[in-house]
């Protein structure tokens, strides 16, 4: 990969900062929640942060160099949440660089894949409080994550539903299926979760 321009180095940049994503979600948080070794977060939770801060740099000079539309450049924000983000993004960023005509995406369905962190990152945080806790726990806790996912989850969900309507209509012209189809799986795997609720609890707290 040619370095010398924008364009590349935002590539390369959002390749590592993917890497330690991956590394926090699938790595680091499972250690500090699962088997009580927090450090893992405050070290790779702190690389995966600057290497962030390094990428949104780097996305404002691409911006600038390439004339990138709002659109895009929250697409390259966006990517950068999820684990794998990067990587799928990079695709579209290699054909730009190649010179090849540059993806539009339903905006629909960018937005609907991010709607579903809070409830997610809520339903976490509640294992996290059984593993921890020394005794019972009231149950309302869960209405936390319920809220939420009420509030944004269900609202993903539909996005995700336009996202697909508009892609098909659009001839080609649109993209992001996979974002679009993710935002209504994420939608099903709330109710899921509480199917198997009680065997997550069990899980957490090693009994």
């Known amino acids: ?19 330690s994503c991956i590394v926090l979600f699938f790595v680091a948080m499972p250690l500090k929640y699962l088997a009580d070794i927090p450090m893992a977060v405050t ?3 702190g690389i995966h942060g600057g290497l962030f801060v390094l990428y949104l740099i780097a996305g404002v000079n691409v911006w600038v160099v390439q004339k990138w539309g709002i659109g895009r450049v929250a697409l390259a924000v966006l990517a950068a949440i999820p684990p794998f983000g990067t990587f799928i993004f ?9 010179g090849g005509t540059i993806q539009r995406y339903s ?17 976490i945080m509640v294992l996290w ?12 806790v869960w209405l936390a994550p319920l809220f939420l996912f009420v509030c944004t989850g269900l609202l993903g969900g539909l996005f ?10 659009s001839e080609g012209r649109l993209q992001g299926r996979w974002l679009a189809w993710t935002g209504v799986g994420l939608t099903v795997l709330f109710p899921v979760c ?3 609720l009680g065997d997550l609890i069990r899980f957490v ?3």
């Open 160 to 169: 995700g539903v336009l996202g697909l309507v508009s892609i098909q209509h």
């Open 43 to 45: 070290v790779v939770g």
């Open 1 to 19: 990969m040619n370095l010398r321009t924008a364009l590349a180095r935002f590539r390369l940049i959002g390749l590592i900062e993917g890497i």
């Open 107 to 123: 905006s629909w369905a960018i937005v609907s894949a991010p709607l579903h962190f809070p409830w997610i990152f809520c339903f």
């Open 90 to 98: 990079d695709g579209s960023l290699k054909r730009e660089q190649e």
């Open 194 to 196: 509480g199917i198997f």
């Open 129 to 140: 409080a059984y593993k921890k806790a020394s005794g019972p726990i009231a149950g309302e």
């Open 205 to 207: 707290q090693g009994r």
